[in-house]
């Protein structure tokens, strides 16, 4: 069969700092491809809605499965299948990924029969099954673990058995040099490790996975590196390096192999610095780069959150990465709530630190725990705003000032890092660039104004809102909250956070 895969369009944030390739997606590629069947992947982060058109007219898939990652992605997928069906009334279409698997009913509703089912969880193993199922109906859908249709759901999700057994489908990717992450131009990205054994309130990662937390082997990530021709990665984990020996013996053999790389991770201020040596190791193989999530400044907003660390450790862990030579990129959240004063405060702390600071806004969302417990109600039901660049939530000032003020924020920690010292840099680095052809980093440092702007974010809210979001119903906890259920090792991993 032929089956056309697709990532929908970046959203405000991936505008301006990054896009990275569709990695869910080709893994599922990867399996749908193994299974027999002949398999495209289109990437709307890069290509137009129009090449879609063209894609289905042209090369007439018999399925076409929608990446549905990001909530705020939700419309723009639901009208996507809608002409997909007008146009091929018998192309089986369906969906999968991380939000879609919060709230796979509404979706399905909306879809009003344009979506045939969706997939919930972990899609490499259930997708082949429901390519091989497009044509048996509905019953035979719904046997499939993590399958629901608008008839009902089948059997809950199931953990793929092995990470190392689908590597990415790379090769299914064009235009790979449109995927950057800041100056690491262009950029591929990675899976060593899924899923997160900590819970903070605000976050869907754990709750999708259910706090397991799993490990690709050593073997199956160095023949995977091998095969990048990207001179940068981006390694995806949520919480690079909480075993540290998984990493030590990672670099070890990509050191063997004589791989060479820049790498971008993401980890928490305590693994860092219990795990200094991993660290320490890893920015000796060319880690130049790591995002901590640091939330809140102060004691009381960590511990809202449920993030198991204090203000203390977090700025012990900016101190160790400085020493080890690594730019640090930190969020903060910004509460809707929060007034004059709060902006000021975090402005002034941002502008006294060398790290890059951005600002999120706290926005809950379907799979996180303060979806169910989070008293204020909501202003919206609009998925487009569910990006946590927008207020869903009551804002103490008015609506517009609130944006004003995030985006004056924003705004003052991006001239920091382009001042006159860091524009000289800027400047020799992205001369040196576009003379390799790479222009995503220069395009981007022009974008700014256009991307984070309080009007346009203001006005957002305005605009007509199609699909509604099913409001919160009741509270929930524990495995209710998870997709896939807990796993055996679950508490192994869960030990010391
Ligand atoms: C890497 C990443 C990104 C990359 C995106 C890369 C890309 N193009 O896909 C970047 C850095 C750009 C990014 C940006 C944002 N992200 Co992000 N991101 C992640 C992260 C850390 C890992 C995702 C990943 O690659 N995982 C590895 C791959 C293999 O897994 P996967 O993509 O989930 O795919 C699997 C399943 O979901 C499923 N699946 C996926 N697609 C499909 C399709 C079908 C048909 C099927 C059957 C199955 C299926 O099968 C795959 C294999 O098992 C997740 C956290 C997480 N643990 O998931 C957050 C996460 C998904 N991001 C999140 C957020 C909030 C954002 C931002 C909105 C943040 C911001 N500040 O603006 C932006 C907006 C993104 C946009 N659309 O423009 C939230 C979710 C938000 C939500 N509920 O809508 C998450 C869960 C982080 C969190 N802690 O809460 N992100
Ligand atoms: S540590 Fe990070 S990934 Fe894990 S639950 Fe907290 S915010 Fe989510």
Known sequence: MRVLLVHPSALMHSELYLRLEPLGLERVGGAVRAAGHDVRLLDLQIFRHADYFTELGRWRPDVVAFSLNYLANVPEVLDLAKATKTQRPDCFVFAGGHSVSFVADEVLAHGDGALDCIVRGEGEEAAPLVVAA????????????????????????????????????????????????????????IELTRGCPWDCSFCSAWTFYGRSYRKASTEAVVEEMAGIREPNVFLVDDVAFIHPEHGLEIADALERRGIRKHYYLETRADVLLRNEEVFRRWARLGLDYMFLGIEALDDEGLKAFRKRVSPHTNFKALEVARKLGIVVAINIIADPAWDEARFRHLAEWALAVPEIVHVTVQTPYPGTE???????????????????????????????????RLVETQSVLNRKHLGFAAL???????????????????????????????????????????????????????DELFVHGRTRDTAAATAGA
Do not use: C
């Not at 089948?154 to 449109?178: M, N, Q, V, Y």
């Not at 169910?372 to 927008?390: A, I, K, M, P």
């Open 134 to 189: 497009s044509r048996d109906g509905d019953t035979a859908l719904r046997g499939i673990p993590g399958v629901v249709t608008r008839a009902g759901a089948g059997p809950r999700a199931r953990f793929i058995e092995d990470l190392d057994r689908h590597p990415p489908a790379r090769d299914l990717t064009r235009k790979r040099r449109k995927y950057f992450i800041g100056h690491m131009d262009p950029s591929a990205s």
């Open 424 to 478: 000289r840099e800027v400047s020799i680095l992205s001369a040196k660039l576009a003379l390799r052809g790479q222009t995503n980093f220069l395009r981007m440092l022009w974008k700014f104004g256009s991307v984070y702007n309080a009007e346009r974010q203001y006005r957002d809210h305005q605009r007509p809102t199609r699909y509604k979001m099913t409001p919160p119903a009741g509270r929930r906890t524990g």
């Open 370 to 404: 303060i979806w169910h417990t989070e008293s204020r109600e909501l202003t919206t039901l609009d998925y487009r705003l569910f990006d946590v660049q927008h207020a869903v939530l009551p804002t103490a000032m008015p609506l517009a000032r609130f944006y004003e």
